[in-house]
């Protein structure tokens, strides 16, 4: 069985071809990271536009490397929910269409519960139950995962996601969106003592939440000051900057390690995987591989390729479609995560 798997929740136009053996036959993603760049983050009305141009092209190339027709194609998968709107109504709109084309059933992916399925296809076996950490740019969120058919949410963001105060923070200190690997990159040379930023929530074991906005204004006062609005003409020196994304970014580390150990002490979970854009993050690997090593916790950290948006993980669809839990044609998108 193949299963074509469609992928546009955000500004990434992504297409795979998996076979119900999880094996990955072609994958292609589009990023439309140049469009945005100039606004500092992703504009919806922009990123569906593009996803319109994108799919066909997308789709053909991902059939290519499979070395498969559309006539090869057994079933359609589409993430659904959570995501901006117009996006997922594009994804939905050309999954549909090839649903009814080819006389195939649909699935429905939801795109939080695929960022954790990357580390179970990276891993090659099974890593349910575990707990899972999707870190991404709209989503800091973590599960209590029994199976791939079933994630409980044990707590996630109440403000800013991991992944969005990145890019916030990288445009306050004039580097390029998206801002998660150019923060990463200048933290390199920074130090992450620099600066004494909140760590909002860590030492409260008994919450399993995040919240971020805090620490993005605690920057955004090291470097303007209150009250100002302007980013422009601030003459920070390179060193400056540095120290700025080392500390910024070691602050949202300690609190996204500090709470995984707490949600695995409170499920009593001996499996952590870890998903999303912000699970790209060198700093954030290093420190939970660190942190989890001698503990009696499996870690398994979704790899590179697997991190930021594809439709690959989208390969969860496969569990749904071996339990025949295919969707009606009524589909609709659900832009908030679907619980
Ligand atoms: O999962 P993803 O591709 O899209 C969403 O579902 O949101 O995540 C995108 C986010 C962006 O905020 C980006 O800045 C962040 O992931 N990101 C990183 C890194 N690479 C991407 N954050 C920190 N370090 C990175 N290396
Ligand atoms: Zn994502």
Redesign the pocket.
Known sequence: MNLLILES????TAAAVVTDSLEVLGSAVASQDELHQRFSGVVPEIAARAHVERFLPVIQLALERSQLTLQDIDAIAVANTP?LAGSLLVGLVAAKTLCVALDVPLLAVN??HA?IYACRLAAGRDVFPCVGL??????TTLFDCRSPADFRVLGGTIDD????A??KV?SMLGLP????????KVAENGDPAAYKFPRTFLKDASRLEFSFSGLKTAVRYSVVGPGRADFSNLNLSEQQVADLAASF?EAVVDCLVGKSQQALAQTGAKVLCV????????R?RQRLEAELAGQDVELHIAPLRL???NAVMGAIAVEQFRAKQFENLDLDAHPGLMR
């Open positions: 929740t955000c500004d990434e995501g795109h939080i960022h999707v870190v991404s740019g709209g989503h996601a991991a992944g969005e990145f890019d990288a969106y998206p801002g998660g690997p150019a923060i990463g970014q998903g999303g854009g912000v699970a790209a993050n060198r954030f991190c930021t948006d």
